[in-house]
Nanobody
Framework: QVQLVESGGGLVQAGGSLRLSCAAS????????MGWFRQAPGKEREFVAA????????TYADSVKGRFTFSRDNAKNTGYLQMNSLKPEDTAVYLC?????????????????WGQGTQVTVSS
């Protein structure tokens, strides 16, 4: 059974940092593309960042480029999203997703597996 479990969310002041983790089980992450998406109340799911299955290519939303970094530790079967210089508009539930042998895709419907999400709240 495939599971993706996010952690690392919390409450932080504007300008602060958080590192989100996405721990995978039931699949070998080194053969999967991963994506991070976020959803705020009353808004549609929004693309944040993605890494392709080989780990050699990443894509970022313009709103987070230069502030967020996506990385992966294949030995731990875990992906990470380092978020720096956080802004109140980054407040949302953050979800990770995985796609077998995928590219660094920004479309949520492409991904096969999803986690439950972790809440990130940035206060001004």
């Amino acid at each position: 059974q495939v599971q993706l479990v996010e952690s690392g969310g919390g409450l932080v002041q504007a300008g602060g940092s958080l590192r989100l983790s996405c721990a995978a089980s039931g699949l070998t992450l080194s053969t999967y593309a991963m994506g991070w998406f976020r959803q705020a109340p009353g808004k549609e799911r929004e693309f944040v960042a993605a890494i392709n299955w080989s780990g050699l290519s990443t894509t970022y939303a313009d709103s987070v480029k230069g502030r967020f970094t996506f990385s992966r530790d294949n030995a731990k079967n875990t992906g990470y999203l380092q978020m720096n210089s956080l802004k109140p508009e980054d407040t949302a539930v953050y979800l990770c997703a995985a796609k077998y042998l995928g590219g660094a895709y920004s479309l949520p419907e492409i991904y096969e597996y999803w986690g439950q999400g972790t809440q990130v709240t940035v206060s001004s």
